[in-house]
């Protein structure tokens, strides 16, 4: 299955123009190499999807034969991203709105 159509499929895009434009722009990496659209995934393939400041690591574990339904995703995709690059995406300890919930919750915001 084509990259682009694969990554539709498996809900990490709204549309597959959005995942054929993220391909485009080099993205989307197959075994370290970035990858054109076209590109046919194969079965346990690991590719990585850039998402600054996140970079997801996943392996294909099917192919779907349409868009699916988000409760079936698990079925076909494999996240192998460490947790390490899931932090990146938890507001700072010195973030305003966690310093402002801080306060107003009362609990101690410095770790």
């Not at 993220?22 to 970035?34: D, H, I, L, Q």
């Not at 995703?73 to 801080?102: C, H, I, N, Y």
Request: net charge positive.
């Amino acid at each position: 299955m084509r990259v682009d159509k694969y990554l539709w499929c498996v809900r990490l895009f709204k549309s597959r123009t959005l995942a054929a434009e993220e391909v485009a722009k080099g993205r989307v990496a197959v075994g370290g190499t970035a990858v054109k659209a076209s590109r046919e995934l194969q079965l346990n393939d690991v590719f990585t999807l850039k998402r600054p400041p996140v970079v997801y690591t996943f392996r294909v574990k099917g192919f779907p034969t349409s868009r699916l339904g988000a409760k079936l995703v698990g079925d076909f995709l494999e996240d192998l991203t460490p947790q390490s690059e899931k932090d990146k995406l938890r507001p700072t300890v010195g973030g305003a709105m966690l310093m402002a919930f801080s306060l107003i919750f009362g609990f101690d915001a410095t770790g």
